[in-house]
């Protein structure tokens, strides 16, 4: 199974950058395929392909994460451009909880998971077709703040319509 580690975003949040990308693709005439809100997450950490059997492990390692990590702070970002052989991505980069991230990555490592130094936090708001990159640039959000006081292990299936996102289980944060 493909699983990712994510945050899950507050209601108010899904609903601003919905928005924000539907004017956004309309005022530029941008062909795109936009992310259902439903599916907006931040990923901590792709786990790629699993087998079923190392569930158990990865859920006992992420509840182990969960008690030793506080509620974070995040505000949304610029948005940045991924590119890909049928056109790319649309993404907001993520301000914050980057130790957060740097510690998911590290324990993941340690089940054999590769750790990716350079990874950001983001989040894909839509997919387009074809490279638009410069009419995307200093585009940003501006004071959207948020905190984050858990994270969810996902299954990810990819079917011709886009992904189908599965929350296997969720991981309350610590409280202060």
């Known amino acids: 199974m493909r699983c990712f580690i994510a945050l899950k975003l507050p209601d108010f949040v899904s609903k601003t950058v919905y928005d924000f990308t539907e004017q956004l693709c309309c005022q530029l005439n ?3 395929r936009m992310i259902p809100k439903v599916n907006y997450h931040i990923t901590l950490k792709f786990l790629g392909l699993i087998e079923i059997d190392k569930i158990k492990e990865i859920e006992t390692r992420l509840d182990t994460i969960s008690k030793t990590v506080d509620p974070i702070g995040l505000s949304l970002g610029k948005l940045l451009f991924f590119p ?4 790319g991505s649309i993404v907001v ?8 991230v740097y510690t998911m990555n590290g324990k993941m490592a340690e089940l054999g998971y590769a750790e990716n130094k350079r990874f950001a936090p983001h989040l894909t708001i839509c997919k387009l077709k074809g490279k638009i990159v410069p009419l995307l640039q200093n585009k940003e959000f501006k004071n959207v703040r948020f905190s984050a006081d858990s994270f969810s292990l996902f299954e990810s299936k990819l079917t011709p319509d886009g992904s189908i996102y599965t929350e296997l289980k969720n991981f309350k944060w610590r409280k202060m």
């Open 93 to 100: 980069k993520i301000n914050g909880g980057l130790s957060t």
């Open 84 to 87: 890909s052989r049928a056109g």
């Open 30 to 32: 941008i062909k795109h």
